[in-house]
């Protein structure tokens, strides 16, 4: 356990449908970042925040939308998405924006 | 070009022996790196970071980074069969643009 929890593990929706994602970092850490995982592609940096404040904005399309009401939580909203956008969504947390990143067991979408 | 490149494998490698696994970055400006290890169905794990040309060896592992070459590997030695996942490596400017790029990852397989 990286002390960085996602929740739910696993969704599968429509494209109509709108959902949220979850993750709770219990570290203390001050930034925190969700990421998208394809196969075949590496890591892509969707979203950064640094202390609830969103620092990198990666050109991600609109239905996906980011909220980070502390430092310990951070969600993804989503709506209206593709089947494109059926991925391994994770989080991740670090000291500050210059430190290791802690990552969560991420959630795997499924649109249908 | 591909900002950071790794073989994507799979690279098999019997028990016991010395996994090699090679990354290539195209950013001059790139100060730190990091190998992560993900299991299948995981979320990746930091296992090595380094900063500094040379090596550094931490337990079985040994991080060698060679900046003028823009390389960086990991070494595996007394290789396990829980050793086997694919290895991501990342990379980042320390200072102005604080996005860690990843590479798609190398799969390594420990053969018993």
């Known amino acids: 356990e990286t002390g960085v929890t996602q929740t739910p593990r696993h969704l599968v929706m429509g494209m109509t449908n709108k959902k949220s994602l979850k993750c709770e970092q219990h570290l203390g850490h001050n930034a925190m970042y969700w990421y998208k995982q394809s196969a075949k592609k590496p890591l892509e940096l969707m979203f950064v925040y640094s202390l609830e404040e969103r620092v990198e904005n990666n050109s991600v399309p609109s239905r996906f939308s980011p909220e980070c009401p502390n430092s310990s939580h951070l969600f993804l909203h989503l709506h209206t998405l593709q089947p494109e956008d059926s991925a391994l969504y994770l989080c991740?947390?670090?000291?500050?924006?210059?430190?290791?990143?802690?990552f969560g067991p991420g959630t795997r979408l499924t649109v249908l | 070009q591909k900002e950071v490149e790794q073989n994507s494998g799979p690279l098999s490698v019997p028990e016991g022996a010395i996994a090699s696994l090679n990354c290539t970055y195209s950013?001059?400006?790139?100060?730190?790196f990091f190998w992560y290890r993900q299991y299948s169905g995981k979320s990746p794990e930091l296992i090595m970071f380094?900063?500094?040309?040379g090596d550094k060896e931490d337990g079985r592992f040994t991080a060698q980074l060679n900046k003028a070459s823009q390389y960086v590997s990991l070494l595996i030695r007394d290789s396990q069969p829980s050793d086997s996942a694919t290895y991501l490596c990342a990379v980042r400017r320390l200072f102005g643009n604080e996005k860690l790029t990843f590479g798609t990852g190398t799969r390594l397989t420990i053969i018993p």
């Open positions: 991740a947390s670090s000291q500050d924006i210059y430190n290791e990143q802690f």
């Open positions: 950013d001059r400006g790139s100060q730190s």
């Open positions: 380094i900063y500094s040309n």
